[in-house]
């Protein structure tokens, strides 16, 4: 048993516990009942020990606990799922989302960019309302904050897409599916209720991506989206080190015996032939992407642009759109932040075709300086598999919900009701 009295006893003072308290204990003892989240670990919890603090986590575990939501409701900003999501995730799962790579450089570098930038404000507009309507690719959205594409989701949360799918369509925001998810783009669309995007890693296989290209354009999405900026591996230390710290047997839900039997829980790639991932594609050019325009009739987005030479590159070879990232920090430690070449990607694409962004989004404030930049829009990663980590489906509504809020109040409060309000004379260096 994971969980016994003795240590709520001799941790946490039984004789004074507040009703809060113990709202919260029972909270995670239901946590840790669910097999997902084995790596729960509430003898630690309670007892409020910093001895173990995961690298890159500031707060104490006696800080975590006191401020553990235990509901989507109580959340006050996305890292409150954060807290919850280390504390409910096994340590393995929980570092695969973490991860930056080598010592996370990136990872922070995106962070620390958004407080370089200020906000101007405009005051005597009319900004009663907000819209946040806009059109992207052809697609009419009502929103900009778009759901990035990340493979594994069942790793978080059993219903994995499924949940991330449905909290797209019940708050209405764009979804990227990615090529490595644990739930096939059939089903996926079936539960977002519309389309969504196709993200394709290359694949060293050409055969292998066409075919994924082509069931995607079937299953009618409008998209396909080439991620061009993890090709040669990564080192992602921070994962390696939480694995390490997992004391589960990993061979009990992945198969070790055989070789790549990953494939097993990656529908996209059954009936492809393929016999591994196909990751490592270091001789790929821009000649890629003329050939994946060959075969489709899908608008294409490159996703991982950073510098205004790739931009450039990306529209002269036909690209519809797009996507500024550093993988959120996880592909290259590069050190720089994606807002910090958003301009130049903007400036070298001068209005040809969109420009979206991604790596480090966690506030209303950080998406309106983007968009002020000029993105036309924000993928978010992290924030909402935080979410769905922690409570599934409601989870991710709510970090939509709060960032959907936040970015609503701030386009009131610098004048700028609609996202064409927003430009250069928004935002200000230090
Ligand atoms: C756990 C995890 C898995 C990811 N999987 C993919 C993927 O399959 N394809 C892809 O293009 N990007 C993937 N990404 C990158 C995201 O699409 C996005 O670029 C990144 O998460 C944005 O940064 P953020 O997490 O700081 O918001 C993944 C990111 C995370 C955190």
Known sequence: MLYDDQTIMTGAKVGTMTKRNLARRQFIQFLAASPLFVGLNPHRLLAGTTSDADPGVSTSLADTLQNLVTSPE????????????????????????????????????????????YLRALRMVDSASIDTRLELLGQELTSPIVIAPVGSQRAFHPEGELATAQAARSRDHLLILSNVTTTSIEDVIDARGGTVWFQLYPTSNWSVAEKMVKRAEKAGAPVVVLTVDLHSGSNRVTMMRYIRRDGRDCSLCHDQTRDNSWLDRKPMYWDTGATSAGFDTPSMT?????????????????????????????????????????????????????????????????????????????RGTDIFKALALGANAVCIGRAYLWGLAAFGQPGVEKVLDILSAELAMVMSQMGTPTLKDIGPSSIGRH
């Open 74 to 117: 109580d959340a006050l900003d996305v890292f409150d799922f954060q807290r919850v999501a280390e504390q409910v995730l096994p340590p393995a799962h929980y570092g695969y989302l973490a991860t930056g790579t080598d010592g996370d450089e990136t990872l922070h570098a995106n962070r620390a960019a958004f407080e370089k930038w």
């Open 286 to 362: 821009w000649d890629f992407v003329g050939r994946l325009k060959s075969i489709t009739n899908m608008k294409v987005v490159i996703k991982g642009i950073v510098t205004a030479q790739d931009a450039e590159s990306a529209v002269q070879h036909g690209a519809d759109a797009l996507i500024v990232s550093n993988h959120g920090g996880r592909a290259e430690a590069s050190g720089w932040a994606t807002l910090d070449s958003l301009p130049e990607v903007v400036r070298a694409v001068n209005g040809e075709i969109p420009v979206m962004i991604d790596s480090g989004f966690r």
